[in-house]
């Protein structure tokens, strides 16, 4: 579907993707979605840790979202490819509206953590939905000559509220003295998000006959045979699950720097800081050669930022390690992002982003019930800088294993057919 553009002369390079209404309203979306769960990430982190005391705990938190979204992955996937996107997304958003609510009950019932986890496998259901329709919808809202600043200004968005999400969080936390009123911001934001999608006009995925090729798997089968999304997904899966401390940030704030819920909320924002601005750069000045050798270089960089922010014991320096962290895993998300939906043909990107989205899933909530765990096992910080190692490793092994990942140049030259 060819998406609504704005009479007038043709807009700057920079501000494109602005020119087209519903990709604005989509961004507002996403942006209250995406600040509603970081703040609720935080609130529950630091509740089930102050309950507990137990890094293992934690872990239980990635592994509850994991699952329900790897189990409903490729059927929410087959669902953006067969139904109307934007009706998915106005469920989607009214059901984490509700789960929000259910949060803040537990937070008012008493000490248990078992409700919240229980409420946690609802968001991984909800998220598992969310994520193929959010991803599939993106690219019918821009023409592909806007699509890699769509990327970016969206990229931009998401990182700010990844930033204000947890510092708000962790500020209304402690303000409080407890999780209630991060819970029901967090409700009010997956409102704001339900009336903006509301207010979008583009219908697309419904009715498409080539939407039933191949079925569920098709999306499964369509990675594996393209070496350079396999490659760029399957990096990113690996790297981050190995590299990934966000799980352990609550250890870090309380034990190991000895500070409050509020330098929790500045350490988990701190990734997006550094994405954020990275974003911006992208948006101002795009990538236009050797796309894929700098993706691999900036995820080695990530391990790096990763190591040193294993060893810190200063707030200051872990700061600055995680922005460097997220400005580095950023223009790896970038390059994936585009390299992803702009190989895909658009009656295959609900399933392929599903494929997606569950190498996300894998890396994030498989991600922190693997740093708990190991945190448990060999301790905090022997557990990051092993992970931070871990992904240098990774690098070095998909180099030479994707080689049609390593040498793409120009983004656009790998755009297929609709």
């Not at 989509?26 to 309950?51: E, N, P």
């Not at 352990?248 to 909320?265: N, R, V």
Request: charged share 10%.
């Amino acid at each position: 579907m060819t998406p609504e553009t704005s009479p007038g002369p043709k807009p700057a390079t920079w501000r494109a993707a602005f020119a087209h209404r519903d990709f604005n309203f989509f961004q507002v979306a996403r942006l209250l979605s995406i600040l509603g769960i970081q703040m609720q990430s935080v609130a529950i982190g630091w509740q089930i840790y102050a309950i507990t005391g137990r890094p293992l705990d934690l872990a239980w938190v990635g592994l509850a979202q994991f699952v329900p979204a790897a189990g409903l992955s490729l059927v929410a996937g087959h669902a953006a490819d067969r139904f109307d996107r934007r009706g998915l997304l106005l469920a989607c958003h009214a059901a984490m509206a509700s789960l929000s609510l259910a949060l803040l009950l537990t937070a008012r019932s008493g000490s248990s953590v078992a409700p919240i986890y229980v409420v946690l496998i609802g968001i991984g259901v909800v998220r598992a939905l969310l994520g193929p329709a959010n991803q599939s919808t993106l690219p019918t809202l821009v023409p592909a000559a806007h699509f890699g600043n769509a990327i970016a200004w969206g990229s931009s968005f998401w990182q700010i509220a990844t930033v204000a999400g947890p510092m708000l969080g962790g500020v209304a936390y402690a303000a409080a003295g407890h999780a209630g009123w991060v819970y029901a911001t967090a409700a009010a934001c997956a409102v704001g998000a339900l009336t903006a999608v509301s207010a979008m006009r583009t219908r697309n995925g419904a009715t498409r006959p080539s939407a039933q090729r191949g079925g569920v798997w098709a999306g499964v089968i369509y990675v594996r045979e393209n070496p350079i999304v396999l490659g760029a997904m399957s990096l990113d899966l690996f790297a981050v699950l190995l590299g990934g401390a966000t799980a352990l940030l609550p250890i870090y704030a309380k034990s190991i720097l000895h500070l409050g819920p509020s330098a929790l909320g500045a350490l988990r924002g701190a990734p997006a800081i550094g994405a954020g601005l990275m974003a911006v750069v992208l948006a101002l000045r795009p990538i236009e050669r050797r796309a894929g050798a700098k993706m691999f270089f900036c995820v080695a960089l990530f391990g790096v930022a990763t190591i040193a922010f294993g060893l810190s014991r200063s707030f200051a320096l872990s700061l600055a390690m995680l922005i460097v962290a997220g400005a580095t895993d950023m223009i790896s998300v970038f390059v994936r992002s585009a390299l992803v939906q702009l190989a895909t043909p658009d009656a295959m990107r609900g399933r392929v982003s599903a494929v997606n989205m569950m190498f996300i899933g894998a890396s994030n909530e498989l991600g922190e019930f693997e740093s708990g765990l190991t945190a448990q096992w060999f301790g905090t910080t022997p557990a990051v800088v092993m992970g931070g190692l871990g992904t240098l490793v990774v690098v070095a092994v998909w180099a030479w294993r994707f080689p049609e990942l390593r040498k793409v140049d120009r983004l656009n030259d790998v755009v297929v057919e609709k």
